[in-house]
């Protein structure tokens, strides 16, 4: 390759979601290799803009597929999402 030129990886999560990724250097997580910790962790401690972008990066079915199978939601946080992706009411078993 020759210098100067840098290549784009789409699957980096951007700077501008590096607020939600303090504990882990941001070149280090492809964004669909680790799919369900960049998922499960933008939509735990996300604001809106980092939603949108999830919404922009992953599949609808993607997110609520997260949104039913993750550890880290509360049954709050699942209800609220429940709302804005239209899933039913019933919750996993295992959510805190």
């Given at each position: 390759m020759p210098i100067g030129i840098i290549t784009?990886?789409?699957n980096l999560v951007p700077l501008t979601l590096k607020k939600f990724f303090w504990d882990v250097e941001l070149d280090t997580i492809?964004?669909?290799?680790?799919?369900?910790?960049?998922?499960?962790r933008l939509l735990k401690i996300g604001d809106i803009s980092s939603w949108r972008w999830l919404i922009k990066n992953y599949s609808s079915n993607q997110i609520k597929l997260r949104i039913l199978r993750s550890k880290q939601l509360?049954?709050?946080?699942i209800s609220f999402f429940s709302l804005i992706f239209d899933l039913p009411k019933k919750y996993p078993k295992y959510t805190k």
């Open positions: 784009a990886n789409m492809d964004t669909q290799k680790h799919s369900s910790y960049v998922i499960d509360t049954k709050k946080d």
